[in-house]
């Protein structure tokens, strides 16, 4: 009921599940500062591949219906995105649709 969490909350919460160490420990992803995807050395290579399309995509701008095929070949890229938009993005890099 009170919307949003704020950045400190989400920061918290990120803490809380990833550790204060964020990346310090190569076998696990972590976010960092900037609230990118640091993707693990060890990360097998589907895994890279979403991880780096869900970081091209996570500092668009969010819009209803974007990243949903805008009379473009290419019909995940968009320059803004909604949520389901984003997910897409990062399967259809990975190669799971």
Known sequence: ?????SDEEVR???ER??????GA???????DANGLAVIPET????????????NDVARKPYVYGGGHGRNTKE?????AYDCSGSIS??????GYI
Request: hydrophobic residues 55%; charged residues 20%.
């Open 1 to 5: 009921a009170g919307g949003a969490p």
């Open 43 to 54: 990360a097998p290579p589907k895994l890279v591949a979403l991880m780096h399309a869900a």
């Open 75 to 79: 019909i995940w890229r968009d320059s």
């Open 17 to 22: 599940a990833f550790g204060d160490e964020g």
């Open 12 to 14: 918290e919460q990120l």
């Open 25 to 31: 420990d190569l076998d696990r992803a972590a976010i």
């Open 89 to 94: 993005y990062a399967l259809a890099a990975a």
